[in-house]
């Protein structure tokens, strides 16, 4: 098979075209230097886009009294003490710069009547700080990102899948890839590299990701490369994700269909909340609606597919079609499903990966030098319960941040290194799945980890089941040996899938080996085994092939900060 190859340089190469991946490359290149952006899906349909809730800071449009120490506080409070308290004091005092500098681009947040910046309750927040647009926030802020990028004239590669970054002694030089159309390779230079490739929570059968994104792209590269993980266990999963179609299934119906007084019920017709939350019933947290609903199905009470009913049909039509037109549209586009009148099938999905890359909170620089992690793909902030509202937050912050880092680092070279092996190995590593011709289909063995990580590592996990799928993993990766690729005259995508692949079983190894060590219930992370919280494991969990799952500690809270960790009054409002 000939091969074409394109080699690409540039100062700072960013991998990933959604928000973090976007807001990077803005910076870079409003200093004036040479940065690439190369994602594996078109930029405007970015993961990013899918967003609805908003976006918080402590702007105080709404009630004055806000602060970002107390939004602070709110944050390290929902993440069940497992966020880094310094991570957290960079996001929150950085928050209102993200919140302007989006403004001064031309996003269109919703206002009040004065022209201020309306701000809601969203999740467990003290006060009003959730910044939004219409249900389309971060759709609205992907735009936005964009329509900078391309006014600064960003260079985007657009369905470039990037297999390999380029490392030698510890330092990274660039990366390697393919165009998943035609096949054209890319062998791209770059004195800094910026990881914003996602997080892992596809590795699951029912997901609010996408097909073919969020595979735990950023685990595997991150990892080859010589990084590690910290919290590939705490995944979050979100209440509502729909079970039919197949191929949409986890698609999100809004938590706002909770908020506006949808109900909850089993397939017996009960209203079950009322038996895991009775004072807020369906206004309550994320994770503890997940595990009722979980709970439900798993008990026997659950639908025929497996799922619960969420019904919005005893509201006003007039209500559903004004604050639910989003939710309205979907259920008639994927099942033709009426929800003035029918009741919706829902069921837990994994929904956000809050850990991921393990980065220093000052900078989001990895293990390997010169290269950084952002957005879903880095850990620190989010802990074992993600604040509503804080991750389009986060990957504003940090896009500046680690923008300034990469370009701070590459002034500091002396020189680039290169390593001839390093690139001959890529080139090798897509050669040998080419030249496969085995009898495993690399979709099954797609399907395959996904059963197994929804059965034994799931809303609900045990030492036995985590056991048992760590046994099944091993099956599955020895199967991989004989996987068959086959490139056809619709594109490489079957090569895509091969390394999707690679980097599922990478994730699913480190999630319940991880899990497995976590040997308590905290947050969004539950042991039938283990059903209390340990004080013990008040720790991040680090991950590395060598190494295993080693603890690290966490730095401890700020005076200022620790005195504002309050119980926030919930009443009526939608906690997530």
């Known amino acids: 098979m000939s091969t074409r190859e394109r080699q690409i340089s540039t100062t700072i190469l960013v991998i990933g075209t959604g928000g973090s991946g976007l807001r990077a490359a803005i910076e870079v290149a409003e200093r004036g230097i040479d940065v690439l952006a190369v994602g594996k899906r078109p930029r405007q349909d970015a993961h990013t886009s899918l967003a609805a809730g908003g976006i918080n800071a402590a702007l105080g449009t709404m009630d004055s009294d806000d602060t970002w120490q107390q939004h602070a506080a709110d944050t390290i409070k929902e993440s069940y003490l497992l966020a880094n308290p310094h991570t957290v004091e960079i996001v929150t005092q950085g928050a209102e710069r993200g919140i302007r500098d989006l403004e001064r681009w031309g996003m269109d947040f919703a206002r009040e009547d004065d022209g201020r910046i309306s701000q809601r309750f969203f999740g467990a927040h003290t006060f009003r700080r959730t910044a939004f647009s219409g249900d389309y926030t971060g759709l609205e802020i992907q735009r936005t990102l964009v329509r900078k990028a391309e006014q600064l004239e960003v260079p985007i590669l657009d369905n470039v899948y990037i297999t390999r970054l380029l490392v030698r002694d510890n330092v990274v030089f660039g990366a390697y890839g393919f165009d998943q159309a035609d096949g054209t390779r890319y062998l791209i230079h770059a004195d800094a590299v910026i990881l914003a490739a996602g997080g892992h929570n596809r590795i699951w059968r029912r997901t609010s990701s996408r097909r073919d994104e969020n595979t735990g792209d950023s685990f595997r590269l991150a990892v080859d490369a010589g990084a590690r993980l910290r919290d590939p266990e705490l995944v979050q999963f979100h209440p509502s994700g729909i079970i039919e179609p197949e191929n949409a299934a986890g698609t999100l119906i809004s938590e706002a269909a909770r908020g506006e007084g949808g109900i909850l019920r089993n397939a017996l017709g009960e209203r079950f909340m009322s038996k895991y939350d009775p004072e807020r019933m369906e206004l309550s947290t994320r994770d503890r609606v997940a595990l009722a609903a979980y709970t439900e199905i798993k008990e026997g009470r659950g639908t025929e597919n497996g799922g619960v009913w969420l019904d919005v049909s005893h509201l006003p039509r007039e209500t559903i079609m004004t604050r639910l037109p989003r939710v309205y549209q979907t259920m008639m586009e994927l099942q033709m499903l009426d929800i003035t009148t029918d009741p919706i099938e829902i069921a837990p999905t994994a929904h956000y990966s809050m850990g991921g890359v393990w980065v220093r909170p000052e900078d989001h620089q990895t293990d390997v030098d010169g290269l950084y992690a952002i957005g879903e793909a880095s850990s620190g902030l989010h802990g074992a319960n993600r604040l509503g509202g804080n991750s389009l937050i ?183």
């Open 394 to 576: 986060e990957l504003l912050v940090y896009g500046r941040i680690v923008g300034q880092a990469a370009m701070e680092h590459a002034a500091g070279l002396d020189a680039q290194k290169r390593s001839a092996d390093a690139v001959a190995h890529a080139r090798a590593e897509i050669d040998d799945l080419l030249s496969a011709d085995g009898r495993e289909n690399v979709r099954a063995l797609q399907r395959a980890i996904r059963n197994t990580m929804t059965e034994h590592a799931g809303v609900v996990r045990s030492e036995e089941g985590l056991r048992q799928g760590l046994a099944e993993l091993d099956l599955i990766e020895g199967r991989m040996e004989d996987i068959g690729i086959h490139p056809d005259i619709a594109g490489f995508q079957d090569l895509a899938h091969a390394f999707d692949l690679k980097a599922s079983a990478l994730a699913a190894r480190a999630t319940m080996e991880a899990a497995l060590e976590r040997r308590e219930t905290r947050g969004c992370h539950n042991r039938s085994d283990f059903p209390d919280t340990d004080p013990t494991l008040q720790v991040n969990l680090v991950w590395s092939p060598r190494d295993g799952v080693t603890r690290e500690a966490i730095p401890e809270i700020p005076e200022e900060i620790a005195e504002l960790m309050r119980e926030v009054d919930t009443a009526g409002k939608l906690v997530e």
